[in-house]
């Protein structure tokens, strides 16, 4: 198992920027693809981006692509999500998740979730 806690939500006017951080702790971080999965109001929940364990290889759902950018720091075991150009569509409980297969994390079964960081954009 791997514990995860995010941090970084708030409220942000829209065109603004956010960072969400996702610390990890237990398990070895490195040997886990990363990943941000989101939920509405009144929605389900959907796959936001994720990252490899080599930090080079980035994914994407296409509501946020070329606007928001994954990235990983394993020597500090945390996933950071870098926000820009904020909607207010964007408003939703942001979620940390980690597996070793990159397919749970992007239909949504990977096996550990952090609390989750409510991110509130203002338009």
């Known amino acids: 198992q791997v514990q995860l806690v995010e941090s970084g939500g708030g409220l942000v006017q829209a065109g603004g920027s956010l960072r969400l951080s996702c610390a990890a702790s237990?398990?070895?971080?490195?040997?886990?693809?990363m990943g941000w999965i989101r939920q509405a109001p009144g929605k389900e929940r959907e796959f936001v981006a994720a990252?490899?364990?080599?930090?080079?290889?980035?994914y994407y759902a296409d509501s946020v692509k070329g606007r928001f950018t994954i990235s990983r720091d394993n020597a500090k075991n945390t996933v950071y999500l870098q926000m820009n150009s904020l909607k207010p569509e964007d408003t939703a409980e942001y979620y940390c998740?980690?597996?070793?297969?990159?397919?749970?994390?992007?239909?949504?079964?990977?096996?550990?979730w952090g609390q989750g960081a409510q991110v509130t954009v203002s338009s």
């Open positions: 990252i490899d364990w080599t930090g080079r290889n980035t």
């Open positions: 237990g398990r070895t971080f490195s040997n886990y693809v």
């Open positions: 998740a980690a597996d070793r297969v990159f397919i749970r994390i992007a239909t949504l079964k990977g096996d550990n």
